[in-house]
């Protein structure tokens, strides 16, 4: 089966510029997560969907930050306006999962991310 | 709130020897699951093992076996006969049953095999 498709690999922007990513899931997996890894660290969570609804948003920087999946799909994260913290690797992920069924023992696949350094 | 600690930020071992990766968790759910996950220096993010609250077993894939104590609420994970291609940031997560059944992850250890 195909994994998750992220783009871009590598993103390079300057303070106050905007920046989006594109992520595809894998076939079939309900739940999209959006994840930053910042170096040396381990990866929080942004946001989580299930379908095309917004699961959690708790830790997501509203001011700056914004996500959507359209028709329970593929989704895109945008950052606007960058700042330096925000230099990081955005991680999308998707698990197996349906509205009402608990999910916890299901792992999550992660696509490849997008480095982004904000200069 | 749901919490993982990995106290090792650096382990280096010998090409073939075994090697145990602590993780410890603290959650007031009594369902949860436990993953490990593998990031190479290329970083993507590989998933290696998971293991069920109730389960009465510990898991195994392979090289990769979860030490896991309940009451003491750890999570090892244990790597037998180390190859250089384990090389790499190894990180402890946690989901509960309950609420968004969030992954939660640990702040990670870098294994590092020599030859």
């Known amino acids: 089966e195909a994994g998750v498709a992220q783009s871009p690999r590598y993103k390079i922007i300057e303070k106050r510029q905007s920046v989006a990513f594109w992520c595809n899931p894998i076939?079939?997996?309900?739940?999209l997560y959006w994840y930053q890894q910042i170096l040396g660290q381990g990866p929080k969570l942004l946001i989580q969907f299930q379908n095309n609804g917004v699961v959690d948003d708790s830790q997501l920087p509203k001011d700056r930050f914004s996500a959507e999946r359209l028709k329970g799909v593929d989704s895109t994260l945008k950052i606007q306006p960058a700042k330096l913290e925000d230099s990081a690797v955005y991680l999308c992920a998707s698990s197996f999962g349906r509205q009402g069924l608990s999910s916890y023992n299901s792992p999550l696949h992660f696509g490849n991310g997008t480095r982004l350094t904000v200069t | 709130a749901q919490k993982i600690t990995q106290t090792q930020p650096g382990m280096f071992v010998q090409e073939k020897e075994a090697v145990t990766l602590d993780c410890t968790y603290d959650t007031s759910d009594p369902s949860y699951g436990l993953f490990w996950y593998k990031q190479p220096s290329s970083g993507e993010m590989i998933f290696l093992i998971y293991?069920?609250?109730?389960?009465?077993q510990n898991a195994t894939e392979g090289r990769y076996s979860l030490n896991f104590q309940k009451a003491r609420k750890s999570a090892n994970l244990v790597i037998s006969a180390s190859q250089l291609g384990d090389s790499a940031m190894y990180f402890c997560a946690m989901r509960e049953s309950k609420g968004a059944q969030k992954l939660v992850f640990g702040q990670g250890t870098r294994l590092t095999i020599n030859p």
């Open positions: 076939s079939g997996h309900a739940t």
């Open positions: 293991q069920g609250s109730y389960d009465q």
